[in-house]
């Protein structure tokens, strides 16, 4: 391959007493219950611990678990029998362990936070714990209320004073504000959560209960493990506690959990009990593991085949996808409009949808992103199937395109890495795409699985519509030893890359299925490599971009040896006669493209459907191996989180 919190400064008033998404990505096993209706969060994790051993160790483990949910800033808060010790601070999670004892806390309750911000600016101030005017309540929160604005005015015109900019200290004071009212503290946040709008996931305790948590969510993800020694364990995700216990609970849409050192009830905020069971996981902790890598990104990368591998034998083991798509025959075979919806590199995958189920099952077909969806007037009704796709299942504007496809009558269809998701959980049929945990912010693996049901589900539905296509199963099962022999080629990719570092500004460019890989690949360059990077169909470069070539500018197209090769090697021309720097990612080296190439990278072909797949890989390699020499930090890129649940 050629810092503690300070006095508020208000009138103390007398009577006053003062944390799934849920595991985004690791319930591949764990099939939930349907539950009312989910709002969108932001992505922040929180967690909190009350039991019989020091709480600091298990909430800084569970916040290094969370980083890729957000890295803006990360706080703590312990409670012991001194009172409550509380670090906050702008930036990483280690910044926040620097700061702390290096001889853990005997405080056996608290909470924490890493925040992706969305209201405020990233600073120690803003960042969480957030509490109340006369440090009693401590709250950390993931989501976004609505309504903090008018909350926030009510609350100073009564004398509250706020030290953050953001909309989650409203929690706090709504919540102090109540328990002047109420005799329980439960009563207290039952009551202030009824007057927010907006999504929350809250772990929250107070300096005066310093064995206690409660927490609470709706819309947020959120979930709880009991250990072995009855201690509580509250998080984000499960990749947060999986270290302490599998046994968990996940919290429903307006439950509330009341948690102690050695017991723990559930009620509605209207006070109506539940009677819950934990339900025993079993998830490999290496997935959340570099495991010797360098960064998650590769390693993600590294095990896509035999991750790959696995699932393509299971399906072919199983016939699950083609047993659940005959199951739903007569929605298939009375389809006669087909729309793919995605944000981000999803959206480049449901490119691939809709062109395949145009093209293959006949089904007159589009893709459309989901904010588009949500805001445009569509024609969708009854004989209309949507299909989802999402990573996590929790983003925002793919869950509110949801809702509306199902308002409208349409058949939905989800396809997610996370079952326990919201979209896993209101999509009329989920399918699973079993590629494990994807920790770096830039998705690797879950694009190559996505594709995968994605080639299973339109050969199935092809194949009930009278169209045999047994050539997506065959080169289905040379897809993992295929992406394999690319990843061991990523030395040779990187040195590559050098040449072009230099460079300021990126076109990648290809034809039909591979213009969604080359919209990946440009993607990938923007995000981690921080590269202005542009994707165009080939076919456009002379309606605009070729303006673009310069000798700061490289072009890489994707062109495998295909029908439209030649279409491809004109577009080559066309560059290299303005005198740009060509890299051309092909199947097969010929020396039409060795004569006009400045460099070429070679992969194994396959069917015009996968070869996506192949290509993407690659692309991704290039993108990382660029990143690496810029010494840029890839698994958390700045200003981006792992899933984005805010519009």
């Keep these: 391959m050629t810092a503690t919190i300070g006095q508020c400064g208000v009138k103390k008033e007398t009577d006053s007493h003062l944390f799934f998404y849920f595991c985004t990505f690791l319930f591949l096993f764990f099939s939930l219950s349907r539950i009312t209706r989910y709002d969108v969060a932001t992505m922040c994790g929180i967690i909190g611990y009350v039991g019989t051993r020091p709480a600091q160790p298990i909430l800084l483990q569970g916040l290094r678990r969370m980083e890729y949910r957000g890295y803006d800033s990360a706080g703590m808060a312990i409670f012991d029998s001194q009172g409550v010790f509380v670090q906050k601070h702008q930036g990483n999670v280690q910044k926040l362990a620097s700061s702390l004892p290096s001889t853990p806390m005997e405080g056996r309750c608290g909470i924490a936070h890493t925040r992706w911000a969305t209201h405020g600016i990233p600073n120690d101030v803003n960042a969480h714990p957030h509490t109340?005017?006369?440090?009693?309540?401590?709250?950390?929160?993931?989501?976004?209320?609505?309504?903090?604005?008018?909350?926030?005015?009510?609350?100073?015109?009564?004398?509250?004073?706020?030290?953050?900019?953001?909309?989650?200290?409203?929690?706090?004071?709504?919540?102090?504000?109540?328990?002047?009212?109420?005799q329980s503290l439960e009563d207290a946040v039952a009551y202030a959560l009824k007057q927010v709008k907006g999504t929350y996931a809250v772990v929250i305790s107070a300096r005066d209960k310093k064995d206690f948590l409660i927490a609470a969510r709706q819309g947020s993800p959120l979930l709880f493990g009991v250990c072995e020694d009855h201690s509580l364990v509250i998080a984000s995700d499960l990749s947060a506690i999986a270290d302490e216990t599998r046994d968990i609970i996940i919290l429903e849409d307006q439950e509330m959990l009341i948690g102690t050192q050695d017991?723990?009830?559930?009620?509605?905020?209207?006070?109506?009990?539940?009677?819950?069971?934990?339900?025993?996981?079993?998830?490999?902790?290496?997935?959340?593991?570099?495991?010797?890598?360098?960064?998650?990104?590769?390693?993600?990368?590294?095990?896509?085949?035999?991750?790959?591998?696995?699932s393509i034998a299971r399906e072919k083991s199983t016939q699950e996808i083609h047993a659940r798509v005959e199951a739903q025959k007569y929605r298939w075979l009375h389809t006669t409009r087909f729309i793919a919806v995605g944000c981000g590199g999803m959206f480049y995958n449901a490119l691939i949808a809709s062109q395949g189920f145009e093209a293959i099952a006949g089904i007159p077909s589009k893709a459309i992103t989901g904010s588009s969806f949500r805001y445009d007037s569509l024609i969708v009704d009854e004989q209309t199937t949507v299909l989802f796709l999402s990573q996590s299942g929790e983003t925002a504007d793919t869950i509110a395109a949801l809702r509306k496809a199902k308002g409208q009558g349409a058949y939905t269809i989800g396809i997610t890495n996370v079952m326990g998701s919201t979209i896993a959980r209101e999509a009329d049929e989920t399918f699973l795409i079993a590629m494990g945990p994807e920790i770096s912010v830039a998705s690797t693996k879950a694009m190559f699985g996505t594709i995968h049901v994605l080639s299973e589900l339109i050969h199935a539905v092809a194949s009930l519509r009278g169209k045999n296509h047994p050539e997506i199963l065959n080169a289905l099962e040379q897809i993992p030893d295929q992406l394999a022999e690319i990843v061991a080629k990523r030395k040779e990719i990187a040195d590559l890359t050098?040449?072009?570092?230099?460079?300021?500004?990126?076109?990648?460019?290809?034809?039909?299925?591979?213009?969604?890989?080359?919209?990946?690949?440009?993607?990938?360059?923007?995000?981690?490599?921080?590269?202005?990077?542009?994707?165009?169909?080939?076919?456009?470069?002379?309606h605009g971009p070729l303006a673009l070539i310069s000798d700061q500018t490289f072009a890489l197209f994707s062109i495998p040896k295909d029908d439209v090769y030649e279409k491809n090697l004109s577009n080559i021309e066309e560059v290299k006669t303005r005198q740009g720097k060509v890299i051309v990612l092909t199947t097969k080296e010929t020396e039409e493209a060795q004569g006009i190439a400045d460099d070429m990278m070679i992969i194994p072909k396959t069917i015009s459907l996968l070869q996506p797949i192949l290509s993407m890989c690659a692309l991704q390699l290039f993108a990382y191996a660029f990143a690496m020499h810029k010494g840029y930090p890839?698994?958390?890129?700045?200003?981006?989180?792992?899933?984005?649940?805010?519009?």
């Design 634 to 647: 890839i698994d958390q890129p700045r200003h981006l989180a792992k899933s984005v649940t805010v519009e």
């Design 263 to 310: 017991a723990w009830s559930i009620r509605t905020l209207t006070g109506e009990k539940k009677d819950r069971t934990t339900q025993r996981l079993l998830t490999d902790l290496t997935t959340v593991q570099k495991n010797g890598h360098p960064h998650f990104m590769i390693k993600e990368i590294t095990e896509s085949s035999d991750l790959l591998r696995m």
């Design 132 to 182: 109340d005017c006369h440090e009693q309540i401590f709250c950390v929160h993931n989501g976004v209320i609505e309504n903090h604005t008018k909350l926030r005015i009510a609350l100073m015109k009564r004398g509250h004073q706020f030290r953050s900019d953001t909309d989650s200290e409203v929690l706090s004071h709504l919540i102090e504000e109540a328990w002047r009212r109420e």
């Design 498 to 542: 050098k040449k072009y570092l230099t460079c300021s500004h990126a076109l990648v460019m290809g034809r039909g299925y591979e213009e969604a890989a080359a919209k990946e690949g440009a993607l990938k360059l923007m995000e981690i490599a921080y590269l202005p990077a542009q994707a165009f169909h080939s076919g456009e470069l002379k």
